[in-house]
């Protein structure tokens, strides 16, 4: 008996150890491959008819996801089989007007799907790919591209026509002669009548073969041009297209060490901040006068206006003011009207400063201005690139930034009055308009930076409606008929479950999945506090703060920069740095106060936020990180000899500049995959903030870490994968010459050859976070 009562508490004592060591994080176990913490359902679609929600999920831990679904009446996951799998029809397409019909491309193949029955036809079986399909204005045929262009495919007959005709091939015939050989062809013909005769035969014949053949589309040529953008107006009475001619500009390579021929081999990726950019010119084709114009962008308002920041260059000012040519522009795709009779579009300066939405003159390709928006540093915000259509054939919507917070505007052609359905200090970050067009659902962030909801509001305006209660993030697909919405909600310590509701504010939001390990869900994980302070400059700035239940007598601290730049993760949803976000639980567990600063420039918070980095990264970006350390001093007692900090991408960056610029702030740093000098970096991202490094030489001087390197004093990890095609292996090496030269002792360098940007193998997170934590226990500790 004894031994029995022996056995039993040494089994419980094992039962309560093993609990604890489940539940106790380490680095080990935060870096395994993610599947540990169960699988989050993923690429959430609808079925045609409403009745259907397929998503990807991995509930068993397998290697891939597989496709589950639910249905409206049956909410109970179930697993497709690979057949069902591979017959799905493809989400994306376009319904009929009586939303009976959708058309959709899968395999390079065009199918038209019945709703009610869910059976598909195959419309389309050729080796070339259809894409870009749509019903004509009718419906009675489809209208399709292929390769260069157009077909329309009747629906009764399957008569094929092809609209367009644009061709890559120069003739011979079409060769031009030169000097020479035109006067040896002018002697032969004045010489010889047998030539003569031979001529004029030539022309008979071609000019009878013109008359017996049928009328083609006019040939346009394009040659060496990339062909966008393709697409016919409703009426079929025009075509719209851009060419664009790509820039020879010098290709950076990344060197592959580790590759399965023994041989160093090159990767091509991309080119530098202020390579030449590619060129673009759109048109329209007019159909019946079988007449091309291209579309004229020489008459927009202010389009040889100079930005702000050329006045700190005399000379060039002065150069290009006397050169007063008109700025590059890029057209974006044209809307029509259901009517097709009107047509607008949006067009962006080159330089970043203009965003213009006109209407075009279908009769000669002129434009006429309907709203500009000017931004001497850079036009950005969620919605200003892309949302703009059509209510009825006479108002158009779309989004601005002239508040300051991205909001949704109505405009009426005729009149060019303009009203503004949404405001506030809040930004709309999601628009979908529905099917009568009398209503837009957005997402935003109304309630607070950090929590997103789904509403409706008429598209004439006034209040608006929130469906969804949740707190946290609502990522809403509606259904087609819009009566459910699917929705992948979280909170910040809970990852992204699958909810079912009806579409209408207050009704019950049903959990459709589980997706956490029970091995996950063994450990207590913090929903972080979610903090602010007014930073020097007076503006209001928010954090994640993660607190030690027993913190070290040393009170270190760490703060994370979050990377991209452009991002937001002081929220209260589930963090995309999920890896971080257990590592901060891990820290605090081991005594570390940890704030995550959503800094200037930080998506989230409206326009003056995003651009207060301009022309200054590692301004006001870098200053709300020593002002977030001023807080943990002042505020959570934390020592201020003791602060580190880390980050990857832009938050390398930012180490860097801290450690460089702020060496008495911050005793240690780990700069993860960073950029070192701006210069080497992408000309998209870039030349919105800075400029081009020729033409702003100042904002890349004060905004790249190479030029302060000598102000290191603390202790720096450097980490960066030798493949990443992002930020290249190049940066890294090029400051640790830098500190080389300079004779800094305090830094390392560790480098993962088989690595990209992001890293992919649990090895390397396990190794990279390994050196992190011991920086900061060795050096935050004292």
């Known amino acids: 008996m004894k031994k029995h009562i022996l056995l039993l508490f040494l089994l419980s004592g094992f039962g309560i150890t093993q609990a604890q060591e489940l539940g106790k994080l380490t680095v080990g176990k935060i870096m395994r491959d993610p599947v540990w913490m169960g699988t989050s359902p993923s690429n959430i679609q609808w079925s045609a008819d409403s009745k259907t929600i397929y998503f990807q999920w991995n509930p068993e831990a397998e290697k891939k996801s597989s496709w589950y679904f639910i249905t409206t009446t049956n909410t109970k996951p179930q697993k ?12 994306r397409g376009t319904f009929n007007k009586a939303n009976t019909q959708k058309l959709y491309e899968k395999n390079g193949d065009i199918f038209l799907l019945e709703v009610k029955t869910g059976l598909s036809k195959q419309l389309t079986n050729t080796v070339e790919r259809e894409s870009n399909v749509n019903f004509s204005d009718n419906e009675l045929s489809i209208i399709y591209q292929r390769g260069d262009n157009l077909f329309e495919q009747s629906l009764t007959n399957g008569v094929l026509v092809q609209l367009s005709n644009f061709t890559r091939t120069k003739k011979k015939s079409e060769a031009k002669l030169n000097p020479q050989e035109k006067w040896l062809k002018a002697e032969e013909t004045n010489l010889f009548d047998i030539v003569k005769k031979q001529n004029e035969e030539e022309k008979v014949s071609k000019d009878y073969a013109k008359f017996r053949e049928p009328k083609r589309p006019k040939e346009i040529k394009i040659d060496d041009a990339s062909l966008s953008s393709l697409q016919i107006s409703p009426k079929g009475d ?66 040889k206006d100079l930005p702000d920041y050329v006045k700190d260059y005399p000379i060039q000012l002065a150069e290009r003011q006397n050169k007063n040519e008109d700025r590059a522009v890029n057209i974006g795709n044209i809307a029509w009207n259901p009517k097709g009779t009107k047509a607008v579009l949006s067009i962006t300066a080159e330089d970043n400063k203009d965003r213009w939405i006109m209407l075009l003159n279908t009769n000669n390709g002129s434009l006429e201005l309907l709203d500009r928006q000017r931004d001497e540093a850079w036009i950005g915000g969620p919605g200003i690139g892309g949302n703009l259509g059509w209510l009825n054939d006479d108002h158009i919507y779309f ?8 909001h949704l505007y109505t405009l009426n052609i ?54 969804t209660t949740l707190k946290g993030s609502n990522d809403v697909s509606l259904s087609p008929d819009e009566k459910h919405i699917a929705n992948l909600y979280s909170f910040s310590n809970k990852p992204w479950e699958l909810y079912l509701q009806a579409n209408k504010a207050g009704s019950n939001s049903k959990k459709i999945t589980h997706s956490t390990s029970k091995e996950f869900e063994s450990y207590q994980w913090r929903a972080p506090e979610m903090v602010n302070f007014v930073n020097r400059h007076g503006t209001k700035v928010y954090a994640r703060l993660y607190q030690a239940k027993n913190p070290d007598v040393a009170k270190p601290a760490v703060i994370f920069v979050h990377g991209a730049g452009y991002l937001q993760n002081a929220h209260y949803w ?13 820290l605090a567990d081991n005594g570390y106060t940890v704030l995550d600063i959503d800094y200037t420039g930080s998506a989230g918070y409206g326009r003056d936020f995003r651009t207060g980095i301009y022309r200054h990264m590692g301004g006001k970006d ?51 995959r960073s950029v070192t000098d701006w210069a080497h970096y992408n000309h998209g991202y870039t030349s919105n903030i800075l400029n081009e490094p020729f033409n702003d030489e100042l904002a890349y001087q004060r905004s790249s870490p190479i030029n302060f390197a000598e102000g290191l004093k603390g202790h720096l990890l450097m980490c960066h ?62």
């Open 622 to 672: 870098l200053t709300d990180q020593a002002d977030g350390a001023k807080l943990l001093t002042e505020k959570y007692g934390v020592n201020p000899k003791n602060i580190g900090i880390y980050g990857g991408s832009y938050g390398g960056f930012i180490t860097l500049m801290a450690l460089f610029t702020e060496p008495d702030v911050f005793a240690a740093g780990a700069a993860l």
């Open 80 to 91: 497709l089989t690979k057949t069902d799998e591979l017959n799905l029809p493809s989400f």
């Open 414 to 467: 005729s009149s060019k009055l303009k009203k503004q359905i949404t405001a506030g200090n809040w930004e709309v970050q999601s628009l979908e308009l529905s099917a009568d067009k009398k209503t837009f659902y957005y997402t935003a962030n109304t309630e607070h930076p950090g929590i997103k909801h789904f509403y409706k509001v008429a598209t004439t305006g006034g209040s608006a409606e929130k469906i």
């Open 399 to 406: 989004q601005s930034e002239a508040t300051g917070y991205s």
């Open 238 to 303: 025009f075509i719209t297209y851009r060419l664009i001619t790509r820039a020879e500009a010098k290709i950076a390579d990344v060197p592959n060490y580790i590759d399965d021929s023994g041989f160093t081999t090159n990767i091509s990726t991309r080119t530098k901040v202020g390579a030449k950019q590619a060129t673009s010119i759109s048109y329209l084709y007019d159909v019946k006068k079988d007449t091309v114009f291209t579309i004229k962008t020489s008459d927009l308002p202010g389009i």
């Open 721 to 782: 994968g030798m493949l990443d095609l992002n930020v290249h292996f190049q940066d890294i090496v090029r400051l640790s010459q830098r500190l080389i030269e300079l004779k800094k002792e305090n830094w390392e360098l560790a480098v993962y050859p088989i690595e990209d940007h992001g890293f992919v193998e649990p090895t390397s997170w396990r190794d990279e976070y390994s050196r992190i934590y011991k920086l900061f226990e060795e050096n935050l500790k004292k």
């Open 574 to 586: 589930w963090s995309s740095y999920f890896r971080e976000y257990m590592f901060h639980n891990f």
